[in-house]
Nanobody
Framework: QVQLVESGGGLVQAGGSLRLSCAAS????????VGWYRQAPGKQRDVVAR???????NYADSVKGRFTISRDNAKNTVYLQMNSLKPEDTAVYYC?????????WGQGTQVTVSS
């Protein structure tokens, strides 16, 4: 079993920045693919950014150039740096990883961007 814990969410004005963190209870985040997803009220959960075990990254078109996903293997943590935030970025953000064929999700962290 793996527990994922997100942190770093909060309330920020449009144009501001936040950095989300995803930590795991096992030292696996350096060897597993990790994704950040978000879900706004009444909407489906969508992928925001992904990083492979090899360090390759990809982003949703809506966040390209504003968000950066990265990992710190020594801290077993994956980050999502979010800059130039917009009100439409408001959502609960979740991290996800797959380990030994099983999907794991964190509990989510709320990001609210005011206009």
């Amino acid at each position: 079993q793996v527990q994922l814990v997100e942190s770093g969410g909060g309330l920020v004005q449009a144009g501001g920045s936040l950095r989300l963190s995803c930590a795991a209870s096992r030292s696996i985040l350096s060897i597993t693919p990790v994704g950040w997803y978000r879900q706004a009220p009444g909407k489906q959960r969508d992928v925001v950014a992904r990083i492979t075990s090899g360090g390759n990254t990809n982003y949703a078109d809506s966040v390209k150039g504003r968000f950066t996903i990265s990992r710190d293997n020594a801290k077993n943590t994956v980050y999502l740096q979010m800059n130039s935030l917009k009100p439409e970025d408001t959502a609960v953000y979740y991290c996800n990883t797959v380990w030994l064929g099983k999907d794991y999700w964190g509990q989510g962290t709320q990001v609210t961007v005011s206009s």
